[in-house]
């Protein structure tokens, strides 16, 4: 049923309601039976062992539980203990990062109004708002939250902020007439009140039509209980990963098994090599170090006040391919301004940025000009400011509007020429005051001039004042208004092409007598003054930052609840649009449209309007469908459901309802388009070190596992292992693990926001990384071979062997981390910009040595003293593979090496 089609004493019939009397608690009751109570149902929240276990369904965790399983089964309770602590820690950091997940449906319940004024038994009744059903009659005054849907029937100068539900910023004045069209958004249903709505101004009566899961509200709370969070890109590369080091670890396995039973070896031997094989597969640090980058990234964008909820939207921002952007407070500063002003037949422009009352005043010949001395324009900024009953407040540094958003516009504006109603009120005396009435679309007041004049000062919807008009002020002349309403017309038509919002100023000059003539007769015979043309400007760092975009590849699209001419204008200022003729869907035409015919719109489509949550919901499913990667942002309830369905949901610190922040993955402590685009800077940053360390990471374990297979295929007898599984453990935790980290947090190369966003379906190994991965892995594991097989040829023992293969893949692997840092070569980057990793290089070249001659690293890990030419040896012929293999690449421009 669409209640605004319907007539007052329609709903009152169709719902059986009674104004007088109200209805009886059987009544009630009898509705709740059929009805419900007024409640928001709550979905089943996971508890936070649950929550805990997820984190243990990880696949690398998992990875790393079976090699933990493996080394206490063959007697390593060492090596078991360490990889389980790794386990525990990284499930830990994790676990602590979402412990406050969704708690969306609770926010909504929250937003709901506790208690309500309800006629009942004939008489006025205060009762939970529980209780409601439809077909109450309640009432609503300024301060109140609207507790259900309801068909206003009596208002008086009710407003009410919808901004939460529609995203529209200005408070919805509200009357009870019944309106024809049939095909509305929220926003236009002027005369519906809509649950969890705060009432700012005035007092009304209404019919509740709806409660709980049934409201506008309920709808949203629904469809968040249907919409699933989706894997972010780096959750669905991680575990492809996995998948790709679980079946290469068995797949070494069944070589090594196969080729022992070839050859007739003892079980041993083949689990001995089977058990390291696997340790030296599986990337032990891995995990810890993707959690601990991903932690040091949130706390970087915490400083760049963008709060992230989950670990993995850190990186998922460095994927985005469309941006969704709400206008209000996001793209545009969320603060009306005056932008241009006709008075007298003359335009003027006015600079200025918010509400600071500084800008410059400029003619249409772009000359600054001194308000002041502009009789006209004096005059027009004297009558706005009388005429206002808005505040403009400083605290600490910043300015602040008390009052209506389009009466702080004029304020602003006044202030901006040194006139303030204060000092005027000084000379003059304010008389009478005349609210602005929806119906006559007009506010006035009467004023007591200095030299004992009266005079009424009118301000309101242009064409209405023209009406009342018989005179228009152009020039030096007085020119009758009706016959040259088309000057002030062609002004508005003007103003309306830019998407400026109009508002007209007017006067009367009164005699004595007349001052105490009723306000009907008084707003008559008016003297046209002029027109302010008020825009929510694009915040300046935000129009730089779509450009960023841009060059970044990265679409950016307007999805608001304002009209579509405002959208377009702000778009094309703003450079989202090309042509101020582009396309702009409605939300109307929206729901013309089949999921099909929008999929095919939204790759050309970059502004939409006057949408609802399903629209946006809709277009979230179609971008992702083809492909893309999408960013959305929201401050309110309407919000919700899509923020959900995104890749990733950006709720607005300041201005987000508590229900858009708990369905968000990533909230602007600064409302601030610019910190998105800052956050994908980072976030690019942080996939590139991703891909750094898993590079060296698993050229490492490339190394490590070809070490050992050339000693199991290639020497005669029984197999030995080049490398001992806990000198593994070693090279893998600690020796790799901490200049690992100190890649994680290297810093952005140049080109990071000049290249187009990553495809969905790019794994890690993209651009010919999995081959560099295994190029130089196999290289490494060769020359480490080779120096276990030359020890055991000049007489050394085992361990000696093992001990001088395990330095050489030590310093390879210090060595290879320069090149990893970067996608080009070592030549071509300064190694003294990461001092981090200089000094965890350091670090671990030196405890790795001091594992060597030591007696705990001896006992440890099985080392044995080297003689100092050997580790001599070892760390030259450890970096030719890096600088032999990085010169092929830069002088044969080899892509895959």
């Known amino acids: 049923m669409q209640w605004f089609n319907q007539s007052s004493d329609s709903v009152i019939k169709t719902l059986q309601a009674d104004t007088t009397k109200g209805l009886s608690e059987a009544q009630r009751l009898e509705r709740q039976t059929s009805y419900g109570l007024n409640t928001i149902h709550q979905a089943e929240h996971a508890s936070a062992l649950r929550i805990f276990i997820t984190q243990l369904k990880n696949p690398l965790l998992i990875i790393l539980a079976l090699?933990?399983?493996?080394?206490?089964?063959?007697?390593?309770?060492?090596?078991?203990?360490?990889?389980?602590?790794?386990?525990?820690?990284?499930?830990?950091?994790?676990?602590?990062?979402?412990?406050?997940?969704?708690?969306s449906i609770d926010a909504l319940q929250g937003m709901s109004a506790p208690k309500c004024h309800v006629m009942q038994d004939g008489g006025w009744q205060e009762l939970p708002a529980v209780q409601l059903v439809p077909g109450d009659t309640i009432l609503l005054k300024t301060g109140d939250i609207i507790p259900a849907d309801c068909r206003l029937i009596e208002t008086t100068q009710l407003e009410?902020?919808?901004?939460?539900?529609?995203?529209?910023?200005?408070?919805?004045?509200?009357?009870?007439?019944?309106?024809?069209?049939s095909d509305l958004t929220l926003g236009d249903q002027l005369n519906m009140g809509f649950m969890s709505t705060p009432i700012h101004n005035g007092k009304g009566i209404?019919?509740?039509?709806?409660?709980?899961?049934?409201?506008?509200?309920?709808?949203?709370?629904?469809?968040?209980?249907?919409?699933?969070?989706?894997?972010?890109?780096?959750?669905?590369?991680?575990?492809?990963?996995?998948?790709?080091?679980?079946?290469?670890?068995?797949?070494?396995?069944?070589?090594?098994?196969?080729?022992?039973?070839?050859?007739?070896?003892?079980?041993?031997?083949?689990?001995?090599?089977?058990?390291?094989?696997?340790?030296?597969?599986?990337?032990?640090?891995?995990?810890?170090?993707?959690?601990?980058?991903?932690?040091?990234?949130?706390?970087?964008?915490?400083?760049?006040?963008?709060?992230?909820?989950?670990?993995?939207?850190?990186?998922?921002?460095?994927?985005?391919?469309?941006?969704?952007?709400?206008?209000?407070?996001?793209l545009t500063q969320n603060k009306m301004q005056s932008v241009q002003i006709w008075a007298g037949g003359e335009h003027y422009h006015i600079q200025g940025e918010g509400y600071r009352p500084i800008g410059d005043f400029s003619d249409n010949q772009q000359q600054v000009v001194n308000p002041l001395r502009h009789p006209?324009?004096?005059?027009?900024?004297?009558?706005?400011?009388?005429?206002?009953?808005?505040?403009?407040?400083?605290?600490?540094?910043?300015?602040?509007?008390?009052?209506?958003?389009?009466?702080?516009?004029?304020?602003?504006?006044?202030?901006?020429?040194?006139?303030?109603?204060?000092?005027?009120?000084?000379?003059?005396?304010?008389?009478?005051?005349?609210?602005?009435?929806?119906?006559?679309?007009?506010?006035?007041?009467?004023?007591?001039?200095?030299?004992?004049?009266?005079?009424?000062?009118?301000?309101?919807?242009?064409?209405v004042l023209l009406n009342h008009s018989e005179i228009i002020e152009f020039q030096d002349k007085h020119l009758d208004a009706t016959s040259n309403q088309h000057l002030v017309n062609d002004v508005i038509h003007d103003f309306g092409s830019q998407a400026l919002r109009t508002l007209a100023i007017g006067y009367r000059s009164l005699s004595d007598d007349q001052i105490h003539l009723p306000q009907e007769e008084l707003e008559t015979q008016l003297t046209f003054t002029g027109l302010h043309g008020m825009l929510d400007l694009p915040r300046p760092e935000a129009t730089q930052s779509v450009k960023e975009c841009h060059e970044a590849g990265i679409r950016v699209v307007m999805i608001t609840g304002d009209h579509a001419i405002t959208a377009r204008a702000i778009a094309h200022k703003m450079h989202i649009i090309d042509s101020a003729d582009a396309i702009v869907i409605t939300g109307s035409e929206l729901n013309t449209l089949s999921d099909d015919a929008l999929r095919q719109l939204v790759s050309k489509t970059f502004v939409y309007a006057r949408v609802t949550p399903e629209h946006k919901l809709r277009i979230v499913n179609a971008l992702q469908s083809q492909g893309e990667v999408v960013a959305m942002t929201g401050d309110g309830v309407n919000d919700a459901p899509a923020l959900r369905k995104a890749d990733i949901g950006i709720a607005m610190g300041n201005t987000g309802t508590g229900v858009a922040k708990e369905s968000a993955d990533l909230i602007l402590l600064d409302d601030n388009f610019a910190t998105i685009v800052t956050a994908v800077r980072e976030g690019r940053r942080i996939y590139d070190n991703i891909r750094k360390f898993i590079r060296q990471d698993l050229t490492a374990n490339v190394g490590e596992v070809s070490a050992i297979l050339f000693a199991f295929l290639l020497m005669t007898g029984d197999p030995l292992l080049a490398l001992a599984p806990l000198m593994i453990l070693w090279v893998n935790l600690i020796s790799d693990g901490m200049p690992s980290l100190a890649l994680g947090v290297d810093v952005a190369e140049n080109d990071v926001m000049a290249r187009p966003p990553r495809a969905r379906?790019?794994?890690?190994?993209?651009?010919?990384?999995?081959?560099?991965?295994?190029?130089?892995?196999?290289?490494?594991?060769?020359?480490?071979?080779?120096?276990?097989?030359?020890?055991?040829?000049?007489?050394?023992?085992?361990?000696?062997?093992?001990?001088?293969?395990?330095?050489?893949?030590?310093?390879?692997?210090?060595?290879?981390?320069?090149?990893?840092?970067?996608?080009?070569?070592?030549?071509?980057?300064?190694?003294?910009?990461?001092?981090?990793?200089?000094?965890?290089?350091?670090?671990?070249?030196?405890?790795?040595?001091?594992?060597?001659?030591?007696?705990?690293?001896?006992?440890?890990?099985?080392?044995?003293?080297?003689?100092?030419?050997?580790?001599?040896?070892?760390?030259?012929?450890?970096?030719?593979?890096?600088?032999?293999?990085?010169?092929?690449?830069?002088?044969?421009?080899?892509?895959?090496?």
């Not at 910023?169 to 009357?175: C, D, G, V, W, Y």
């Open 160 to 181: 009410v902020d919808e901004s939460a539900l529609t995203g529209e910023s200005n408070l919805i004045r509200k009357h009870t007439s019944t309106i024809e069209s």
């Open 206 to 330: 209404g019919i509740v039509t709806a409660t709980g899961m049934k409201t506008e509200v309920g709808k949203i709370a629904r469809l968040m209980q249907v919409t699933q969070h989706r894997l972010t890109p780096l959750q669905t590369r991680i575990h492809a990963l996995s998948k790709t080091l679980i079946w290469s670890a068995l797949f070494i396995v069944a070589i090594i098994v196969g080729i022992g039973f070839y050859k007739g070896l003892n079980l041993s031997g083949m689990v001995d090599t089977s058990i390291s094989l696997v340790v030296a597969a599986i990337p032990e640090g891995l995990t810890t170090v993707v959690t601990i980058v991903l932690t040091l990234g949130a706390n970087h964008m915490m400083r760049n006040n963008a709060l992230a909820k989950y670990l993995a939207s850190v990186e998922t921002l460095g994927s985005t391919s469309v941006i969704c952007s709400d206008k209000t407070g996001t």
């Open 761 to 897: 379906e790019d794994s890690f190994f993209a651009d010919n990384l999995g081959t560099r991965i295994i190029a130089r892995g196999l290289v490494m594991g060769i020359f480490t071979f080779w120096m276990f097989e030359y020890a055991l040829d000049i007489g050394k023992t085992v361990e000696y062997a093992q001990t001088l293969a395990f330095m050489t893949l030590i310093f390879g692997q210090l060595f290879h981390v320069f090149d990893a840092r970067t996608f080009s070569t070592l030549y071509r980057r300064n190694p003294f910009t990461n001092r981090l990793l200089l000094l965890a290089v350091f670090a671990s070249g030196m405890l790795s040595i001091l594992m060597v001659y030591t007696p705990f690293g001896n006992l440890a890990l099985g080392t044995t003293p080297l003689q100092l030419q050997h580790l001599v040896m070892t760390f030259f012929i450890a970096a030719l593979p890096t600088f032999i293999l990085s010169a092929i690449k830069e002088l044969f421009k080899v892509r895959w090496l």
């Open 67 to 103: 090699g933990a399983l493996l080394s206490f089964y063959t007697g390593h309770h060492i090596d078991a203990i360490a990889i389980s602590t790794i386990i525990f820690i990284n499930a830990s950091i994790t676990f602590v990062q979402e412990y406050k997940a969704q708690k």
């Open 376 to 463: 006209h324009l004096k005059h027009l900024l004297e009558m706005s400011a009388l005429c206002s009953e808005a505040q403009l407040v400083e605290q600490e540094g910043h300015y602040l509007i008390q009052g209506l958003p389009t009466e702080g516009a004029l304020v602003v504006a006044a202030a901006k020429a040194d006139i303030d109603k204060e000092t005027l009120l000084q000379q003059q005396k304010l008389i009478a005051t005349f609210p602005f009435d929806p119906k006559r679309k007009m506010m006035s007041v009467v004023i007591q001039e200095a030299n004992g004049n009266y005079k009424l000062i009118v301000k309101g919807a242009p064409d």
